[in-house]
C-alpha cells in the first residue's frame, strides 16, 4: 500500500529556509514558468462572431498570453486540449501572470491546476489476490442480457492478447458507440474487436507535466505495459476463461463481472502518473463516444467539489447519463481517509472474499502458524528441515529498525546467508523485501504484519519462499526469535482454500468515512471484493512488477479498491443492460438498498483492521449483492438538479456554483431544506449535543421498480441518544414508478458523544430495501 515518505522533523526549518532562498529566484522567472492549467468556459456565453466553441476558447487565452520572449509560441501549442461534452473548456500551458488575466476575462468559470492522481492498487508493490470465479453457483457470473453496454475504463490502458477480450460469439459493436480505436507503437486497428471496442490515449498533460513520452521506454499507445489496466477491464467485462490461474493459484474460470458487456479503454496513467487534464480530457471523450459506465479505480487528495475537476467531469457525465463508479482509496483503517466521495459517483471500498491462500509457518519449538503466500518457484524448503531463523529489530515497533524491515542495502549477508527472515511489513514493497533477503543469501522470508494490517493477510507471488503472517503470530514469532538462541523454522506452500469464514470482512486498506467535505452524505456508498482478484495481466512485466521478476503470467491476483470499483462497474454494466431506464441513481440505490452488512457466519460484517464489528464509515450500505440488486423493489432516484439543489446548500458562492450550473443553465430553486435532504440511499444527520430536545426531520422519495401494486411497511433500528418516526409508516403503491415520499423526524432522547448506527428497511414480503442510517451528534461550540 502506501510508503509512507520518512519526513525529517528535525530538517523542517533547514528544508523552509531554502524553500524561501529558493522562491524568491524563481518569482523573478516566475512569468515564464509554464504550468499546465484546466480552463473551464460557460459555452452559452459564446459570442455569434465565433463559428465554434474552440476557436472563442482559444482567442480567449490567445488574449492574455504575455508579450515575453516566448509570447509568439503558438497559441494552439499552449493550448493541450479542449473539452466540449462533460466539461467545457480547454487544457493550456500557462504562466501564474497569464493565469491571474485569465480569470477576469469574461465567460471564464474556473481555473484549475492540472494535478496528479494515483492508481488505487497496492500491486505487487502492494497487495495480491483472487476471486471466487470458479464456482458455478456464485452471484458474479451470472449471464444477463448485458449486450448492448459500454463500459468506459479509465486506466494504464489494455493488452489486447488476452483471452479476456477475445470475441468470439458476440454480437457486433452496438450501432452508438462512437468511439474510436487509436493506434501506435504496439497497437492497431485489430486490436479493437467486439470485446474491446474503443481504445484512446491523453498524454498532453502527461507530458505538460514531465518532459515527451520516451516511446522506446513506454507504449505511447493504448497498450498496457503495467497490467493495472489489463486487469481492471478484465474484471469489468472480461470474457470467460478456463483454466486461469497465477502460477497455478486460484485455478479456475475468470470472468468478468458483466461477461457480455463491451470496453472501451482510455489510457490516462503513464509511468509517471495520471493526470488531471488528461482524466478531464478522457472523461468527456468517453461520454461523447457514447459510454453508459465508467470505471475510474485512481484518485487525488480530496479538494471542495468545485475545485476537483474529476468530481465535475463525473456530474457532467451523470447529467448525461453514464454511471460513474470510481475508487475510495486505500488509506484505510486511518479515519476519513476517503477520496472521490461526490454523491453523484459511486464510492467503492474493498473487502475479502472466502478464498485464501495458505502457506504454514514451522517452528523449531513446534508451534505451527498459517499465513498466506502465492510463492511458486524451484527453491523449496524441505519440510523436514529446519532453517536457522533470524530477526534484525528488537521487538519494539515504536522504534523500528530499518533492518527490521529488510529494506535495501540494510541486510549483512554474513548475519542472514541460509537463514529465514523476519521482516515487518512497511517503507518498501513486500515483494522486494523478499528479494533483498534473497540478495542477502537468505533462504526464506516471513513477512509480519504491523498494527495499521491487523489480521489482514495479503498473499503475494514472492520471488523467494515467503509467508505472510498477522501481527499476533508475527509477534509470537518474533518473541520465539527474541528468547532463544537456535531459534528456527521451515515454510510450508498449501495452495488455494475456499470457503474460508468469515467472509466478506472490511479490508484494513480499505479508506474509510467519515465524508469530510459532507457529513450528510455517507461515505463509501459500497464495499466490493477487492482482496487477493484474479484477473487479466499484462505480457510486459512480472506478477510483481518489480523490474527483476522476468516471469510472465497470463492472470494475475491484486488488491486494492482499484479492483473493487470494476466489480461495481460491471454490476453497472449488468443492471444497466436490463433495466436501460435506470438513472445513475437509480442504480446505485439499486445496489445500496440491496446490500447485506452479515458475513457468511451470519454475524455483523467485520473490519479486518481490528476484527471487530466495521460500521457503514467502512462499508457504507454494505456488501453488494447483485442479484438482489437486479430486483431491489424501490429505488430513491435522484435528477441532475437534484445533485444541483445539494449543491446549492453548500455554501458555494454564484461563481463556484456556477463550475456546475453552466452546462445545463441550472439555478438553485432552493428545494432542499439541507445537504440531507438529498434523496440518498443513505440517511446520515447530524444533531447539536445540547440539553433541549431538538427535532431534526429529512424527506426521502422512493419509486416504485417493482410490482405494480405493492405495500411496503417501515422498520427502523433504535437508537439510544435519538428516537425516530418514519411518517407515513406504510407506502402503497398502485403503478410502477410511482412514486411515494415519506419523512423521518429524529428527536433527541440523550446526545451521545460518538456516532450511533443503525438502518430503515421497507419490505413487502419479497424485497428489503434497506438504507443505513448515522447520527453523529455535534458538540457544542
Ligand atoms: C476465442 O475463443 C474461442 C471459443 O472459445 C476459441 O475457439 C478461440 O481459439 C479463442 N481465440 C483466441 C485468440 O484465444
Ligand atoms: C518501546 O520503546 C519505547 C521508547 O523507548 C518504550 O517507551 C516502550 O516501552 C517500548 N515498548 C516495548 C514493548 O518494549
Ligand atoms: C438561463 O436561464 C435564465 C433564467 O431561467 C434565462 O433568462 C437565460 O436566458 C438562460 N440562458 C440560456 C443560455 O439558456
Ligand atoms: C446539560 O446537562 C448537564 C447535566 O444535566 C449540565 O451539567 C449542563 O450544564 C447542561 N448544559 C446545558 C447547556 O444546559
Known sequence: MTT???????KMGCLLTSYLLL?????????FVKNTYIIQMDNSAKPEIFSNHLDWYSSKVKSILSRSVQAEMDTEERIIYSYQTAFHGVAAMLSQEEVEKLKLQEGVVAIFPDTKYQLHTTRSPTFLGLEPMQSTNNIWSEKLGNHD????VLDTGVWPESESFNDTGMRPVPSHWKGACETGRGFSKHHCNKKIVGARIFYHGYEAATGKIDEKAEYKSPRDQDGHGTH??????????????????????????????????????????????DILSAVDRAVADGVDVLSISLGGGVSSYYRDSLSIAAFGAMEKGVFVS??????GPDPVSLTNVSPWITTVGASTMDRDFPADVKLGNGRKITGSSLYRGKSMLSAKKQYPLVYMGNGNSSIPDPRSLCLEGTLDRRTVSGKIVICDRGISPRVQKGQVVKNAGGVGMILTNTAANGEELVADSHLIPAIAVGEKEGKEIKHYVLTNKKASATLAFLDTRLGVRPSPIVAAFSSRGPNILTLEILKPDVVAPGVNILAAWSGAIGPSSLPADHRRVKFNILSGTSMSCPHVSGIAALLKSRHPEWSPAAIKSALMTTAYVHDNTIKPLRDASNAEPSTPYDHGAGHINPRKALDPGLVYDIEPQDYFEFLCTQKLTPSELGVFARHANRTCRHSLSGPGDLNYPAISVVIPQKNSTSVFTVHRTATNVGQAVSKYHVMVSPFKGASVKVEPNTLSFTRKYQKLSYKVTFTTIS??????????VWKDGVHRVRSPIVITYLPPL
Do not use: D
Not at 326 to 331: H, I
Open 149 to 152: 453496454v459500454v463500459v468506459g
Open 4 to 10: 509512507s515518505p520518512i519526513t525529517p522533523m528535525g
Open 23 to 31: 522562491s524568491i529566484v524563481l518569482s523573478a522567472n516566475a512569468q
Open 326 to 331: 470510481c475508487s475510495a482509496g486505500n488509506a
Open 751 to 760: 446526545p451521545q458523544t460518538e456516532p450511533e448506527f443503525g438502518g430503515l
Open 232 to 277: 481492471t477491464a478484465a474484471t469489468v467485462a472480461g470474457s470467460p476463461v478456463h483454466g486461469a490461474n497465477l502460477l497455478g493459484y486460484a485455478y479456475g474460470t475468470a470472468r468478468g463481472m458483466a461477461p457480455g458487456a463491451r470496453i472501451a479503454a482510455y489510457k490516462v496513467c503513464w509511468t509517471g502518473g495520471c493526470f488531471s487534464s
